[in-house]
């Protein structure tokens, strides 16, 4: 009985496993990395969001550029009554995607640096963040900042990195669709060292 149990571990590990190499092997081909979205702000009125460097806003479920810009850019985000605003105003968009356009832009939601991009989503009045940024760039922070401190084996140390990555890619797979995969207050999320 007990082989059977071994036995279907490994098989739905290796299932688990292929199928996040098939994810990472499709993403890497076209260019993406996989990604996470992690929620950083929820139910709020608002927040003081920062890019630093260049980046441009999009339209998260079109995909359609609303606007762009090459340096600081520092206002106040808030919904009004007719869509967000985030110093000008998107008229009848209540959702917006505030992407890097390059490595060293980073986004910061009320002095809180984060890296990757920043999703607005307004619901009911209130505002929700979701930063969304690489797996590997979030694994590297996370193990990192909460590792360092246990005096592990590094052989231990590897296996916690692949169980952490696998539990990631499973997570992402089966919710595609999701507005975000991990609570930022649950993690206590900052993105620390390696960010």
């Not at 999009?58 to 605003?85: A, C, H, I, M, W």
């Not at 692949?162 to 990631?168: E, F, Q, S």
Request: hydrophobic share 40%; charged share 25%.
């Amino acid at each position: 009985m007990r082989n059977f149990f071994i036995a279907a571990f490994l098989t739905a590990f290796q299932m688990v496993s292929a199928t996040n190499t098939e994810l990472l092997i499709k993403k890497e081909e076209q260019g993406q990395s996989p990604s996470i979205k992690i929620l950083v702000g929820e139910n709020m009125e608002g927040a003081l969001v920062e890019a630093k460097g260049p980046y441009k806003v999009v339209d998260p479920l079109t995909n359609q550029e609303l606007s762009r810009g090459s340096r600081l850019k520092r206002y106040y985000l808030q919904q009004r009554f007719d869509g967000l605003k985030w110093g000008e105003g998107y008229p009848g968009v209540f959702q917006i995607k505030i992407v890097p356009e390059s490595p060293d832009t980073s986004i910061l939601v009320d002095g809180i640096q984060y890296k990757g991009s920043l999703e607005v989503y307004s619901v009911e009045g209130e505002i929700h963040l979701v930063n969304e940024l690489p797996i590997e760039l979030y694994l590297k922070s996370y193990l990192t900042s909460n590792l360092a401190k246990k005096r592990l084996p590094k052989v231990s140390l590897d296996a916690l990195a692949i169980v952490a990555r696998t539990d990631l890619y499973h997570k992402v797979t089966q919710n595609k669709r999701a507005f975000w995969h991990l609570h930022g207050k649950e993690i206590e999320w900052v993105c620390r060292n390696y960010c």
